[in-house]
């Protein structure tokens, strides 16, 4: 067996013989014995025609993707380099069953098997690790739902996207599953270097660059070992403003670094230390949307134009991670600890002149007064786990664990009046200004699960997971369009999640699977809420039960995979937004399912060469209707944004040239099927989304320590709504703000590895 890489509990990473979940190239055994290594080179230089290994932690043990009883796709990172991916934007649609909700960079919600009731929803169904340490926010008070941590990958060594319901091992906002950045660790064997850079251009729009660099050294050999990865990028802009003639207003200024430092004292005790830093800025991203009319689905004025008040559009995304992990094997079991603290720094400024100005500007006597929502979150947040878990080679498995996460949040808004043409401040009465906060979120959980590895064909896991939350929060508020508002609340819940995952090995290449999984979302108290209204003060959890069947098999001497899964969802008390006398709370109400299948199949017919296609089809929708004064939905409609239908096909090819240099080629098609938007208001039809389809192509070359390529994204210059939502404060007129695909964006890109 070729060398490992160590992930940062120790534990290796990956080792040759298998692809990943959804077809796409890997690196081979070479490229996978060092984190300093080269892996278009190793992809360049095929020796067999077998799919590559991938040994994944997604359940928190190192084990082959092949041998994991659930479905978890894996992006290598060669397949991100190669791809040139930014973001989720670039590689979401390749992971069977994951889809976005997304208003542009640093604003996207995340949607695994259907689950969410659509883009006005607080709180993540799907959770977010960095290695083996929980990021964002588990509330409701920090926009946890759509600033979902978009972690550059550049020097990453994977994305693990895990599907259905984590609630026992992961705990909260693992509704749908969760997507995990396994980032690459230190080597500490040999010194290592690499630098990059891009440019690019998007059709209609403006140019931009990206820039990286990485270095590793071996402080002490084999002993401690310093890995840092700095970078910094503009991504180019496409929308203009018409009203100010401002153009790209959408470019986007991202940048960050991410250091770790490993110590192996001994092979037996391994020590990391690791920060992450990144930054994202725009002048415009707050109000990134193309203003269309919501009954034709037609630009008002060009399908890369809007018109936005002049000094609106701020956003800014400040995210900070330090975490310690603690990793000792005491032969009869071995302890993990992981410590980390995450702070999140968010702003914007968004244009709702749209909504108020019909209302305010009769009333002061303006013409063109503009009107925007001044925004700044604050959240710090402190995790601990503890798990001590026996070796995998037993007759019974077990382990146990607790997790402990408290959240400090604070979210002022306030609302602005100005000039709509210059920006300039107008002398209005104070509109609203609103301050919740410190909100508080505590959770204590202990958790266990074990597995009876009853034949050397049979096993049956068993586990269960106990959780203590609680919620306080306060909140001021004044002016003309609030009155004046001083509430505090409190709330508390005590969830229990539960799964049950037999299996049954044919061969060691023939799995098959069931899995029974629930998960849940936090309560709490609800903000705003006048005690003589008569709302609920606080609102429950809601909770969903997931039942999985999986098959997997690797054929033909490992030249072939093939994954299926099917899965019923039903999901009960779902979280919603409750209006009654104008005051907007959450509630609990209705209930939904989703079903659906998903597919994976690769093969290598021929060294080098790699098809792959992936497929699903997810049938979520209410099954109730929702309650009288929430949103507005019936038994049966569709929830939102989910496509029935998704897909991706590709191919990628390394070859020889000669003379020292080699080569590669490949592409992808992703199509996504129609959705629904957001639920209604008021009783009304839904917009219904075009599907659509993307080609992505790439070409480039290898000599001797360097790669060149060329990239194309979305080739055919597709013009398709990815997502829209109402800018007026009356329910279903125009205008409506509509986010569209990427225009066709060509690039450039070189590296170097030292």
Avoid: C
Avoid at 31 to 49: D, V
Avoid at 194 to 221: C, I, K, Q, W
Avoid at 292 to 300: A, D, G, M
């Amino acid at each position: 067996m070729a060398a490992q890489v160590q992930n940062g509990n120790g534990d290796p990473a990956v080792s040759p013989a298998e692809g990943n979940s959804n077809g796409a190239p890997q690196p081979s055994a070479s490229a996978s014995s060092s984190p300093g290594a080269k892996p278009q080179a190793a992809n360049n230089s095929p020796a067999s025609t077998q799919l590559s290994t991938i040994v994944v932690t997604a359940n928190k043990r190192t084990e082959r993707l092949q041998d994991v009883t659930m479905a978890v796709s894996v992006l290598s990172s060669t397949q991100l380099e190669r791809e040139n991916a930014l973001g989720f934007a670039d590689y979401a649609a390749q992971i069977p069953g994951l889809n976005t909700i997304s208003s542009g960079d640093g604003w996207t919600q995340l949607v695994l098997r259907g689950i969410t009731s659509g883009s006005m929803q607080p709180n993540a169904t799907v959770g977010t690790y960095i290695d083996d340490t929980p990021y964002g926010s588990s509330t409701i008070y920090a926009a946890g739902s759509m600033l979902t941590p978009d972690i550059d990958p550049s020097d990453l060594e994977r994305i693990e996207v895990l599907r259905g319901p984590q609630g026992t091992l992961y705990g909260a906002n693992t509704l749908g599953g969760l997507v995990k950045f396994v980032t690459t660790p230190p080597d500490t064997t040999e010194a290592s270097a690499r630098v990059g850079f891009d440019t690019n251009s998007v059709e209609g729009g403006g140019n931009g660059y990206g820039t990286h660099a990485m270095v590793n050294l071996p402080l002490v050999a084999n002993t401690l070992g310093l890995r840092i990865n700095v970078y910094d990028r503009d991504d180019p802009g496409y929308i203009d403003n018409i009203k100010t003639g401002q153009t790209n207003v959408n470019e986007a200024k991202v940048s960050g670094a991410r250091a770790q430092l490993l110590w192996t004292p001994s092979d037996k005790v391994s020590v990391r230390f690791s920060t992450l830093a990144q930054n994202l800025s725009s002048n415009g991203l707050a109000n990134s949307g193309v203003d269309i009319n919501p009954s034709t689905l037609q630009p008002l004025y060009g399908w890369q134009d809007q018109s936005r008040a002049a000094g609106t559009g701020l956003f800014k995304v400040k995210y900070r991670l330090y975490d310690l992990s603690v990793n000792a094997d005491f032969g009869w079991a071995k302890l993990i600890s992981t410590t980390s603290y995450g702070t999140q720094r968010f702003s914007e400024n968004t244009d709702l002149t749209d909504i108020y100005g019909p209302v305010l500007n009769p009333v002061f006597g303006l013409s063109d007064g503009g009107y925007s929502e001044f925004q700044n979150i604050a959240l710090n947040k402190v995790t601990q786990e503890l798990r001590l878990q026996s070796p995998q080679d037993q007759m019974w498995e077990w382990r146990v664990g607790m997790f402990y996460t408290r959240e400090h949040t604070v979210d002022t808004q306030d609302i602005l009046g100005f000039d709509a043409n210059t920006g300039a401040p107008l002398a209005l009465p104070a509109l609203g200004l609103v301050s919740v906060g410190p909100a508080i979120f505590t959770e204590w959980a202990g958790y266990g699960d074990l597995t009876w590895h009853a034949t050397s064909k049979l096993s049956i896991q068993a586990g269960v997971r106990y959780s203590n939350d609680s919620t306080s929060y306060s909140e001021i508020g004044s002016g003309l369009l609030l009155g004046t508002l001083d509430t505090n609340g409190n709330g508390s819940d005590h969830p229990v999640t539960y799964l049950l995952n037999p299996s049954y090995k044919f061969t060691d290449d023939l799995m098959a699977y069931v899995r029974i999984a629930s998960g849940y979302r936090p309560g709490g108290p609800n903000m705003g809420v006048p005690p003589d209204l008569g709302a609920p003060l606080t609102f429950d959890p809601d909770k969903l039960v997931s039942y999985e069947a999986g098959l997997k098999a690797l054929l033909l001497d490992h030249r072939m995979s093939f994954d299926v899964d099917g899965f019923y969802i039903d999901w009960s008390k779902v979280q919603l937004t409750t209006t009654e006398d104008g005051i907007s709370f959450l509630g609990n109400g209705g209930k939904a399912t989703s079903a659906g299948a998903e597919a994976s199949w690769r093969y290598t017919p021929l060294a080098g060469f790699t098809v792959w296609a992936n497929a699903s089809y997810t049938n979520a929708q209410l099954s109730s209707n929702t309650p009288t004064g929430s949103i507005y939905g019936l038994k049966g409609d569709p929830l939102p944004y989910v496509p029935k239908w998704s897909g991706n096909i590709g191919a990628d090819y390394n070859f020889p040239i000669g003379g020292g240099w080699s080569g590669f080629v490949g592409g992808d098609v992703s199509y996504v099927g129609t959705r629904y938007s957001d639920f209604n208001a008021v009783p009304g039809p839904r917009i219904r989304l075009p599907s659509y389809s993307n080609v992505d192509l790439h070409v480039g070359a290898n000599y001797d320590n360097w790669t060149f390529e060329v990239y194309a994204k979305n080739l055919a210059n597709e013009r398709e709504l990815t997502s829209v939502s109402s800018e007026s404060i009356i329910p279903l007129a125009s205008p409506y703000s509509a986010a569209y695909q990427r225009p066709r964006t060509i690039g450039v890109s070189a590296s170097v590895d030292f």
